[in-house]
């Protein structure tokens, strides 16, 4: 009798917040994940018995870079997407039923959801938005999407229950919600291990710039301008910055990276803002508006006093000094509760249960 997550592998987004949710399932329900995400992130995170099925359900959105969509490539991959969920449709139903499946979460593929209506599953979403709001922001760029934001509102509709999220878009077509809170991982802050892994002063600011999955057209050799600060990066540029490291993603757990440094640097998506949020970390960010989720999140950020938004010409052009000159001193930004995991999970093991 499980629980099955079908979580979208687009980006890491999805995956670090269903992380918090389902590793705190009670341990006597068996857990399977079905996510193109990947496995080791998964292996690390969950820490507690699950099954992981390798698999796409959904598309999410084809990039150029972590702040541009191509509206007509995503189209074009969605299509195939969705034609390969209705070909297997009958299929996914028998290996819900061989697997005594009790409950189906999605983040956020809708197709799960009609799989667990035609079931009479109860079928849960954890979201802030969903493809549909996604996907009409892109109309106008690619008329093609109209019919799917369509027949997506109606897939979705077959929720049994929102679990939003917070910094959420409304979502009318969802019939039935529960607030959850805020989710994201727990941090500890881990300042003196970090400051002896990258070797510098302790009086050195430090700043993780974060390029996302597709990479960010950064200038990066101009950090080194930037002389009273030292640039972390899990991801290594494409020229030698003398004041930026790169740390290996094993070297700290990564909120308790964003719980350790000054300032992030970096697009705004969900986890991300979620962890500096929770973590009272600034976030030096600039507007996503091929995104629909831009405008909660910017929404969030802009009343937040570490919210630091810079245009897009001045945060991709690395014009950072006024920002950088504004970042509070470390502990001075209040900091946001985040029991959306514990909460979800407590609203799981309540829908296994009966």
């Known amino acids: 009798m499980c629980v099955v997550a079908y979580v979208s592998g687009h980006g890491f987004g999805h995956s670090a917040r269903e992380v918090e949710v389902l590793r705190r399932l009670p341990p006597e329900i068996p857990l399977v994940v079905k996510t193109a995400a990947p496995e080791w992130f998964w292996r690390e995170e969950v820490q507690r018995p699950f099954e992981l099925v390798p698999d796409a359900y959904d598309v999410g959105c084809l990039q150029t870079n972590s702040l541009d969509v191509a509206a007509a490539a995503t189209y074009d991959a969605y299509r195939e997407v969705a034609a390969r969920n209705e070909a297997r449709r009958s299929e996914e139903e028998v290996d819900l039923r061989r697997r005594g499946a ?65 910094l959420s878009l409304p979502m009318p077509y969802f019939p039935h919600r529960e607030r959850i809170g805020l989710v994201a991982r727990p941090h500890r802050e881990r300042r003196d291990e970090l400051v002896a892994l990258l070797g510098v002063e302790q009086t050195k600011r430090l700043a993780l710039v974060y390029a996302g999955n ?75 508006p091929d995104f629909a989720e831009n405008t909660a999140l910017d929404a969030a950020l802009s009343a937040w006093p570490g919210g630091l938004r810079a245009s897009a010409e001045d945060f991709l052009a690395a014009h950072w000094e006024p920002f950088l000159k504004q970042v509070p001193p470390r502990g001075a930004v209040p900091r946001y509760t985040a029991d959306g995991g514990e909460n979800a999970s407590g609203i799981i093991a309540r829908f296994h249960a009966r």
């Not at 983040?107 to 079928?123: E, N, R």
């Open 214 to 288: 597709w990479g960010l057209p950064l200038p990066w050799e101009r950090l080194q301008t930037f002389t009273d600060w030292h640039f972390v990066s899990l991801a290594a540029p494409p020229v030698s910055v003398a004041n930026l490291t790169v740390l290996p993603r094993r070297a700290l757990p990564h909120a308790d990276l964003v719980a350790s440094v000054d300032l992030v640097i970096s697009k705004a998506g969900y986890g991300l803002v979620g962890e500096c949020l929770s973590a009272g970390t600034p976030l030096l960010y600039c507007p996503r």
């Open 102 to 166: 009790r409950v189906v979460i999605t983040d956020v593929p809708s197709f799960p959801l009609t799989i667990a209506a035609h079931l009479g599953l109860p079928g849960l979403c954890v979201a802030n938005f969903t493809w549909t709001d996604i996907y009409a922001g892109l109309v106008d760029a690619e008329p093609r999407f109209m019919p799917v934001v369509v027949e997506l509102e109606r897939e979705y509709a077959l929720a049994t229950l929102l679990l939003d999220a917070d």
